[in-house]
């Protein structure tokens, strides 16, 4: 069994934020499967669970926000027994251009304070992740960029790359991660 985590913030509010892209990648791939999350307050997020082939697959967006994200994912985790070996988490990052994607095996949080948290609940920085690059950064300060909405331009940049970014994860499923980073960093 996988876990996918899709990191972001809850609510209308924050739908088109670039602190969201994490939960757009997920919800893309749950389109493409015609699959439905529903919420699983126990676990703290919106949850799918399907089949990929002969895998079982789990797909979730946290609903503790951001800055809490490792309340759902280690709730998820340890509800489900899945080891940290089977978790890849996909999440926005300020260090990459928008229009880019980098897998990775594990890491810092980088300053993201969604990975801060994961770290924090699970004890380990060695878990996969997916970054999706919403970068350059103008200056001004980092919280308040992630949380402006992406301008119509950036978002018809974005459509491929939420594409890439499905196929990438499922290549990684069938791959792991040595040829995924080859493929698509």
């Known amino acids: 069994m996988k876990l996918v985590a899709g990191l972001g913030n809850i609510g209308e509010k924050y739908t088109w934020t670039r602190h969201n892209v994490g939960f757009m990648v997920v919800d893309k791939w749950a389109i493409q499967n015609d699959i439905t999350f ?3 307050k126990k676990l703290l997020c919106n949850l799918v669970k ?11 967006k946290p609903t503790t926000y951001m800055n809490l994200s490792g309340d759902a994912i280690s709730s998820v985790m340890s509800y489900y027994k899945i080891a940290v070996e089977d978790l890849l988490v996909v999440y926005d990052d300020l260090s990459i251009e928008l ?3 980098r897998f990775r095996p594990d ?11 994961i770290i924090k609940s699970l004890g380990t920085t060695n878990f996969a992740r997916l970054k999706v690059g919403i970068g350059p950064q103008p200056p001004i300060p980092a919280e308040d960029f992630v949380l402006q909405n992406f301008y119509k331009s950036q978002l018809d ?3 491929p790359v939420l594409k890439t970014a499905v196929e990438g994860i499922e290549f990684y499923l069938d791959e792991g991660m040595q040829k995924t980073q080859n493929f698509y960093n």
């Open 38 to 40: 529903k919420e699983n």
């Open 107 to 117: 890491g810092s949080d980088g300053g993201h304070n969604g990975i801060k948290s």
């Open 99 to 101: 229009g880019k994607i």
């Open 50 to 60: 399907f089949k990929k082939g002969s895998e079982d697959i789990i797909l979730i």
């Open 157 to 159: 940049q974005l459509k």
